[in-house]
C-alpha cells in the first residue's frame, strides 16, 4: 500500500515571502501521479497542481511550483509571492496509474499554511 | 453550475438513525468516490464506483453502503450511526485516464448526537 507524508503541520509565511511545503511517499509502482490540493476554510477541494511520474519536468502553475524528486520519492510545493487568499491546509495525494487508478487519491495528513500580513 | 454537488452541506441526527448523503455530478466522469474527513482533517477513501466495479476500503464498516442509480448519482447510506461517524463526506468525480483529476463536493458535515 502507499503511503502519503507530510512532516509539517504547520507553516507561517509573510505575505510577499515564498514557502516550501514538503511531502515523500513510498510506493513500489513505476507509473502514478501526484497531486497537491487545497483546502480553504470553506471546506472546498481545491486542485493546485499535479505531476504525472513519468514526466521529469516539473510542474508549474503560475505562483505555484513542484520539485519532484522521483527516485528520493519525494514532491514539494513551492508558493512564491505568497498570498492571503493562500491561507488554507494544503494535502499532498497519491494515485496509482494501474487499475484505472481505482483505488482513489491517498492523502497525507495535510499542512496548515498561515500567511502573515 | 457546480460538477460536483452534495447534499445536504450539514447533517446533525441521533445515534441509532439511519440516514443518506447524496451526490451528483454533471461532468459525465466515469468513476465516483466518496472519501471522510475526520476531527484531525485526515482524508481517506471509502469506496471507488463505476458502473462495471465497487471497490470498497476495508476499514469501512458494512453500515455503509454506497448506491448508484445512474452514472451521474452516487448516494452515501449510513445505517445504526454511531458517534463516531461524525465527520466530513466528500464526494468526488474522476474520468479515469491518464492526467486526470478528481473533482470534489463541498462536503457533508456529519454530526451524530
Known amino acids: 500500500a502507499q503511503t502519503v507524508t507530510q512532516s509539517q503541520p504547520e507553516m507561517s509565511v509573510q505575505e510577499a515571502e515564498t514557502v516550501t511545503l514538503s511531502c515523500t511517499y513510498d510506493?513500489?509502482?513505476?507509473?502514478?501521479?501526484l497531486f497537491w490540493y487545497k483546502q480553504p476554510p470553506s471546506r472546498q477541494m481545491i486542485l493546485v497542481i499535479r505531476q504525472e511520474a513519468y514526466k521529469q519536468q516539473n510542474a508549474t502553475e503560475n505562483r505555484f511550483s513542484v520539485n519532484f524528486q522521483k527516485a528520493a520519492k519525494s514532491f514539494s510545493l513551492k508558493i512564491s509571492d505568497s498570498q492571503l487568499g493562500d491561507a488554507a491546509m494544503y494535502f499532498c495525494?497519491?494515485?496509482?496509474?494501474f487499475g484505472g487508478g481505482a483505488d482513489g487519491l491517498t492523502f497525507g495528513k495535510g499542512t496548515h499554511l498561515i500567511i502573515q500580513p | 453550475d457546480t460538477a460536483v454537488s452534495q447534499t445536504p452541506k450539514y447533517l446533525v441526527t441521533q445515534m441509532g438513525n439511519d440516514k443518506s448523503i447524496k451526490c451528483e455530478q454533471n461532468l459525465g466522469h466515469d468513476t465516483m468516490y466518496w472519501y471522510k474527513q475526520d476531527s484531525k482533517k485526515f482524508l481517506k477513501i471509502m469506496f471507488s464506483?463505476?458502473?462495471?466495479?465497487?471497490?470498497i476500503n476495508e476499514t469501512v464498516p458494512n453500515r455503509f453502503s454506497p448506491k448508484s442509480p445512474d452514472k451521474a448519482h452516487l448516494n452515501l447510506h449510513i445505517n445504526s450511526l454511531e458517534l463516531g461517524d461524525s465527520a466530513v463526506y466528500f464526494c468526488a468525480a474522476e474520468a479515469r485516464g491518464r492526467g486526470t483529476e478528481a473533482f470534489f463536493g463541498q462536503g457533508t458535515r456529519l454530526t451524530v448526537v
Open positions: 510506493t513500489s509502482e513505476s507509473d502514478y501521479y
Open positions: 464506483y463505476n458502473n462495471k466495479e465497487l471497490i
Open positions: 495525494a497519491y494515485r496509482s496509474a
